[in-house]
């Protein structure tokens, strides 16, 4: 196991409230910010890659994993972070890219995929087989989602086995599936519920059934955590914040659990809780906290309060109009955000700008986005940005530029905005 994980999960029965933040982005400006955070609080940082992200075949950033992996460890040895502190992890890994296939097909590719994660490295795995393949019954069994997902931890430790002289251990592992919608919902109504003790204990039977099936009591000694829905969520425009006393039931079932001793509980789609609600989920036993769209919501803030800038000091001709730029990349290729945004066009337009559930994150590696950024970013290094506009934009920022902590430059004020958000965790998690 991973030092830092073991040191997380050996301190707890040891009272003490210790998280780990998972980011779930691979936005270079996110990540840097999520190593500047990890190296002033003094945490590990874990970042994960999802199965559409990356696959073997390149998922929508086109990187396989071991491109994601260099490209990770890329960044944080620029920024002196050490390697021992960088975890990579795979989040619903499974046949989720290949739904469309027969189950046969699918989970071949699955295995190719986890087996391509961990040879690259990849140390926390999510294994997720819960969604339904071409010839699958519209919802699978909870023993034949747990046996497929045992059989991707043999292919896991197979592949670990075979790394051995390049010094990786064998990964760890996460199991359960009952998460939110990735990105939030469409419309949170009544709110989500937390997920039922006995649905728990369910989940954590038949993954140790098929676990020792399949003759993995090695693997299962590696499982740190069960992925259950603590009660949070956000749609476009609303967050569903922790409430401690209607998790107090999942909680205590956690605590006299005796199938896996030490286990922690997995929170996705943590995004946009305050604070104290954070500190409380770690507290309760929602040790591994989730966040994704809510750091690129606070990049996307962060670029159009640039763009902002940039209009009241350049003329019109030198702007990069990132602004108008994404809306056209987003219009011209409406895959990302056409299913989830409903309403007019004056309503759809205002989500695709300014939703909670960010969909345009899908579009900053478009290139003719990315050069606007680029743009956006040149114009606005080659000038001392005024003190008073930057107040009026990024006012946090400016706090920190009064205070000697932030040089007043556009690239320097965009992290800081991500790390503001990236910090609230770091400090929740007991960093």
Known sequence: MSQPLTVLLQARPHGAARGLTSVCCSHATVLRAAIQVALAHGTPLLVEATSNQVDQFGGYTGMTPAQFARYVHGLAAAAGLPAERLILGGDHLGPNAWQGLPAATAMDHAETLIHAYVSAGFQKIHLDCSMACADDPPRLSDALVAERSARLARVADGAAAECVSAGLA???????????????????????????????????????????????????????????????DFDHSQVQHYAPAAAAELSAFLR???????????????????????????????????????????????????????????????RAGLIEVLEAAMLAQPRHWQKHYAGTPAQQTLLRRYAFSDRCRYYWGEPAVQTAVDQLIANLEGIELPLPLVSQFLPEQARAVLEGRLAPRAQALAEHKVGAVLAVYARACGG
């Open 256 to 318: 006299r659990q005796t199938l896996r001793p030490g286990l922690v509980f997995e929170a996705h789609s943590t995004d946009y809780q305050t604070e104290a609600a954070l500190a409380a989920l770690v507290r309760d036993g929602f040790a591994i906290l989730k966040v994704g769209p809510a750091a690129t919501f606070a990049l996307r803030e962060a670029l159009f309060a640039l763009s902002h800038i940039e209009a009241e000091l350049l003329p019109a001709a030198r």
């Open 170 to 232: 064998a990964p760890v592992y996460v199991i359960g599936t009952e998460v939110p919608v990735p990105g939030g919902e469409a419309s949170l109504g009544g709110g989500v519920a937390v997920t039922a003790p006995a649905a728990a204990d369910q989940t954590l039977q038949v993954h140790a059934q098929a676990f020792a099936a399949q003759g993995l009591q090695a693997a299962w000694e590696r499982v740190i955590a069960m992925v259950v829905q603590p009660g949070v």
